[in-house]
């Protein structure tokens, strides 16, 4: 017999009980399991997201009667026997307690055969067992979880809606996907298969997984420094999003979430990223196991280091030079901005007077969010309440684009700049939420319609938006279980960018939502800044005269969704004032 009971002792220092909190945690244990008894094919079968079936088959080395009937019971493993092991951990699991915590609430049936010999078949309800009992032989083992959370139905209420469990168990999946190349996985969601990936490379991992354009878009990484070996790879700007949901460390082949170690990630980028945006990348660190502890926490996706900074530096230097190829193409970044905003945010001046005066102490990076965005609504404000003001009207004969970014023309009272993306961001969001009201937006039919394919958890992220993608321009047609047609897109936008202009709402709407009062001014806000036309595009004395005319049409043409300011006026007496004319 393999499987053991732990000490008393040993029980006690291992941190609490894992908690089975849905479908997707269950999903992870017994995915845990298959991949640690070193099962080369994995299927899950799922129904109403997990609600009323989970099903998870491999072809492991499979269990014995006496081990089939200690597996369910709780603290027993077969993965550590001493409190020594807990400090050399090689597997996913070793707190021997998933499968009797799943067997807690949920109705359970495990089949198992060792190799090639007969198989044994044990049945779990409301945390009791029966007598094992002979089955047919099937090369590993088979368990089937059904009406989870029946027995507790003040847990079962907080599970989420069928498609939304699905996704979370597709995020578990994915994650075991990127870290076992060599291990085929199957979902197949009511009947349905959602994701099939045979053994292949971890390159042609991430295409299956993610889009097929992704291999087009990564630079190795394969560094080491002393007995650290981190391998993977990063996404060149191609793959950065706008919200983290690609981001994937392993320690060991196990996932972990370490925001010192995705700093590190984002800071060897450089200025090649700012603030919000994410980098797509899965990176291995492979670190002997004395010098890690994994038993922090009951997800085990935590970890602690034995020299946390080392990591930091290694995987900061073994990500640059993924990159190094990429920055030496650059120019020089001596973050110029970085010191406008140093001395923007520490501004004590006297208007009347025009002297500037400079804080000594720094801000912090919040603190100067903050203030910014504080000065922006105010101007804005300031500008809105003078809007009547007679000497401010708008004559668009002379006017000038420039550095490509802004507008710049004369007023009776003297100059006014309008950025031009917040502008036109202005305008298509008010645009945008007319639409979703009453007409839908005009469109512009593509002369040869473009399939667009999706990973599951975008697909379904796609079909809660797509009524008011259609409201804003997009014609589109569902085609097969993860793509899309699409036959035209909005009139405002350039073509080629269908997918990157949908998956940037996706992000951006997920992201976002809570910083609006409804769906539809969040969706809105997200089409405006992915669909406006951006900073560097040129434009003609006409698009210009046109896209001031249709701004002042908006009801809030001052400052944009987001409360930035749009227009900046600097006056007659101003100019006057900096040009000492008295």
Request: glycine share 6%.
């Amino acid at each position: 017999m393999i499987i053991q009971p732990l000490s008393e002792d040993l029980r006690n220092k291992i941190s609490a009980g894992e908690v089975v909190e849905r479908p997707a945690s269950v999903v992870k244990e017994c995915v845990e399991n298959s991949l640690d008894a070193g099962a080369t094919d994995i299927s899950i079968i799922i129904k109403k997201g997990g609600h009323h079936l989970i099903h998870v088959s491999d072809n492991g080395s499979g269990m014995s009667s006496e081990d089939l009937t200690a597996s369910v019971l709780r603290y027993h493993t077969s993965k550590i026997e001493s409190i020594d092991d807990l400090f050399s951990i090689d597997t996913l699991g070793f707190r021997g307690e998933a499968l009797a915590s799943i067997a807690s609430v949920a109705e359970m049936k495990i089949v198992s055969s060792h190799g090639q010999k007969v198989g044994h078949e044990i049945t779990v309800e409301n945390g009791v067992s029966n007598s094992v009992a002979p089955a047919p032989a099937i090369g590993g083992t088979e368990i089937t979880i059904q009406n989870l959370f029946f027995n507790t139905p003040a847990r079962k209420k907080f599970l989420k809606a069928p498609r939304t469990e699905m996704r979370k168990v597709v995020d578990i999946v994915r994650r075991y996907g990127l870290a076992y190349p060599e291990v085929a996985f199957k979902i197949i969601s009511d009947e349905k298969e959602i994701l099939s990936v045979l053994p292949e490379s971890l390159e042609e991992r991430i295409d299956a997984l993610f889009d097929p354009t992704y291999g087009e878009n990564l630079r190795p990484v394969n560094f080491s420094k002393g007995d650290f070996v981190f391998t993977g790879f990063v996404g060149n700007l191609n793959l950065i999003r706008s919200r983290p949901s690609e981001q994937y460390l392993f320690l060991n082949r196990r996932f972990i979430k370490d925001r010192l170690l995705n700093s590190a990630v984002y800071s060897a980028y450089e200025a090649l990223v700012k603030r919000g945006e994410y980098p797509f990348f899965v990176i291995n660190l492979m670190i002997p196991s004395d010098q890690v502890d994994v038993n922090v926490h009951p997800m085990k996706t935590e970890v602690r280091f034995q020299d946390e900074w080392r990591v930091y530096h290694v995987l900061k230097s073994g990500v640059k030079e993924a990159l190094k190829e990429l920055l030496d193409t650059l120019p020089s970044f001596d973050k110029p901005f970085d010191s406008f905003f140093q001395k923007s945010n520490n501004y004590e001046g006297d208007s009347n007077q025009g002297s500037i005066q400079f804080s000594n102490t720094p801000l912090s990076q919040n603190e100067k969010e903050y203030q910014t965005l504080q000065r922006a609504k105010s101007y804005a404000s300031q500008l809105a309440e003078s809007r009547e003001d007679s000497s401010t009207s708008f004559a668009t004969e002379n006017i000038w684009q420039i550095h490509n970014k802004y507008i710049l023309s004369e007023i009776s009272s003297g100059l006014v700049m309008i950025d031009q993306h917040v502008a036109h961001e202005r305008v298509l969001y008010e645009e945008a939420l007319i639409a979703f009201e009453s007409t839908s937006m005009a469109s512009q039919t593509l002369l040869f319609p473009e399939k667009l394919d999706f990973s599951a958890d975008e697909f379904d992220a796609l079909l809660d938006v797509l009524p008011y993608l259609e409201k804003i321009g997009f014609k589109v047609k569902k085609e097969g279980d993860s793509s899309i047609r699409v036959e035209a897109i909005p009139s405002e936008m350039g073509w080629g960018m269908e997918k990157s202009v949908i998956r940037d709402i996706i992000d951006h709407f997920l992201n976002h939502r809570k910083e609006y009062s409804s769906f539809q001014e969040g969706l809105a806000a997200s089409f405006a800044c992915k669909a406006a036309i951006k900073a560097g595009d040129p434009m003609t004395k006409e698009e210009m005269q046109e896209l001031v005319n249709r701004l002042f049409a908006t009801n809030h043409p001052y400052y944009c969704p987001h409360g930035r300011p749009i227009i900046v006026q600097m006056s007659l007496d101003e100019l006057d004032r900096r040009f000492e004319r008295h």
